[in-house]
T-cell receptor, first 115, second 113 residues
Framework: KAGVTQTPRYLIKTRGQQVTLSCSPISGHRSVSWYQQTPGQGLQFLFEYFSETQRNKGNFPGRFSGRQFSNSRSEMNVSTLELGDSALYLC??????????????FGEGSRLTVL | DQQVKQNSPSLSVQEGRISILNCDYTNSMFDYFLWYKKYPAEGPTFLISISSIKDKNEDGRFTVFLNKSAKHLSLHIVPSQPGDSAVYFCASYSMEYGNKLVFGAGTILRVKS
């Protein structure tokens, strides 16, 4: 069974631009979460989608947004990019709305560099 | 407000010895605690978890201990192997908040052969 797939793996943008990242969850998984990883900060929760609805949102500005499609694929968008947005963006999927144990399956991430 | 803290940025251990990674948390409402392992250029992978109603969970070379009164958990790896060298993230989870994990900053483990 294929794992969580994220595209693109690497990208470089300049300040002020916008970016869209894509995530395909494991087949059959309906919950998709997004995390931002920066050095020294661990993984910071961005948002979670289940059945096309945003269920949870982290403490990020409105420049960060996302959506989920009917096939459970998800996209996240960051507008008006800032240097501080440079990070590894990780997508994770889970079968159910509440995984009961918290176990999530992560993709390899999209490495965004903002110049 | 960091609800989950890993105070040691890095740890170096000799192959065959025990590795102990520590984690502290502040929110007593967490239901589960998990450890994830991350290699460079890969996503985190689930390693082991423990329910808040238990104090120990063991899986092969990996054991997680939970001390609820101290709001502290630890991951023991015995014996440590060079392939265990990775970043280890402690995470906590509450069913009340859906599939949202609160992660620590991570500890880099280096196992020397």
């Amino acid at each position: 069974k294929a794992g969580v797939t994220q595209t693109p793996r690497y990208l470089i943008k300049t300040r002020g631009q916008q970016v869209t990242l894509s995530c395909s969850p494991i087949s059959g998984h309906r919950s998709v979460s997004w995390y931002q990883q920066t050095p020294g900060q661990g993984l910071q929760f961005l948002f979670e989608y289940f059945s096309e609805t945003q269920r949870n949102k982290g403490n990020f500005p409105g420049r960060f947004s996302g959506r989920q499609f009917s096939n459970s694929r998800s996209e996240m968008n960051v507008s008006t990019l800032e240097l501080g947005d440079s990070a590894l963006y990780l997508c994770a999927s889970s079968l159910e709305a509440n995984s009961n144990t918290g176990e999530l399956f992560f993709g390899e991430g999209s490495r965004l560099t903002v110049l | 407000d960091q609800q989950v803290k890993q105070n040691s940025p890095s740890l170096s251990v000799q192959e065959g010895r025990i590795s102990i990674l520590n984690c502290d948390y502040t929110n007593s409402m967490f239901d589960y605690f998990l450890w994830y392992k991350k290699y460079p250029a890969e996503g985190p992978t689930f390693l082991i978890s423990i329910s808040s109603i238990k104090d120990k969970n063991e899986d092969g070379r990996f054991t997680v201990f939970l001390n609820k009164s101290a709001k502290h958990l630890s991951l023991h790896i015995v014996p440590s192997q060079p392939g265990d060298s990775a970043v280890y993230f402690c995470a906590s989870y509450s069913m009340e908040y859906g599939n949202k994990l609160v992660f620590g900053a991570g500890t880099i483990l280096r196992v020397k052969s």
